[in-house]
């Protein structure tokens, strides 16, 4: 069985600066990732996806994957007090497009 | 990516009875899955929709407590059977990607109390 391990969190960075968001897997044939928000008592919102080793930016997210190490980071740079949200990594599983999603990592961005 | 329309939104249950939950997509899609998310939990997965065919249950979850139905490619429906304070969660339908790939894309979710 697939499992997505994040650490939980929670996770309190000033305004301004870098947070750093984990997720390790245990499928070595996983070949696509996810990192998805959910604000409080809000569904989740898909924000970044990547597929190849290395990083891959958007704004002011970056994505980083290391397949060897079996890892798969979210930097956001700027933090800003509207990124204060639960950070689910999630990777597909099986032939039916199913996701497994980790626990979730809870980013506090304090002004 | 596609727009999905879920309701209800919210509602209180009482226990020992069932609420239908809908999800409508506004174009045509091949898989529709249904979440479970507990409070202060993750997603799990309790099964994928699947058009023309029986629901593909999770284990832990089945159909005589999660019936489903998907009349067409474009709409579901996940009934809470029998219910009891535990399956207080938030329900979530979801799609994939389509074309663009895996990702899976949500909707607005049902907040679901059982009292």
């Known amino acids: 069985q697939k499992e997505v391990e994040q650490n939980s969190g929670p996770l309190s960075v000033p305004e301004g600066a870098i947070a750093s968001l984990n997720c390790t897997y245990s499928?070595?044939?996983?070949?696509?990732f996810f990192w998805y928000r959910q604000y409080s008592g809000k569904s989740p919102e898909l924000i970044m996806s990547?597929?190849?080793?290395g990083d891959k930016e958007d704004g002011r997210f970056t994505a980083q994957l290391n397949k060897a190490s079996q890892y798969v980071s979210l930097l956001i740079r700027d933090s800003q007090p509207s990124d204060s949200a639960t950070y689910l990594c999630a990777i597909p599983g099986g032939s039916n497009y199913k996701l497994t999603f980790g626990k979730g990592t809870l980013l506090t961005v304090n002004p | 990516s596609a727009v999905i329309s879920q309701k209800p939104s919210r509602d209180i249950c009482q226990r020992g009875t069932s609420l239908t939950i809908q999800c409508q997509v506004d174009?045509?899609?091949?898989?529709m899955f249904w979440y479970r998310q507990q409070p202060g939990q993750s997603l799990t997965l309790i099964a994928t929709?699947?058009?023309?065919?029986?629901?593909?249950?999770e284990s832990g979850f089945v159909i005589d407590k999660f019936p489903i139905s998907r009349p067409n490619l474009t709409f579901s429906t996940l009934t809470v059977s029998n219910m009891s304070p535990e399956d207080s969660s938030i329900y979530l339908c979801?799609?994939?990607?389509?074309?663009?790939?895996?990702?899976?894309?949500f909707g607005q979710g049902t907040r679901l109390t059982v009292v």
């Open positions: 929709a699947n058009q023309g065919s029986e629901a593909t249950y």
């Open positions: 990547i597929y190849s080793n």
């Open positions: 174009s045509q899609v091949t898989m």
């Open positions: 979801s799609v994939d990607g389509g074309d663009r790939g895996l990702e899976a894309f």
């Open positions: 499928d070595r044939g996983s070949q696509s």
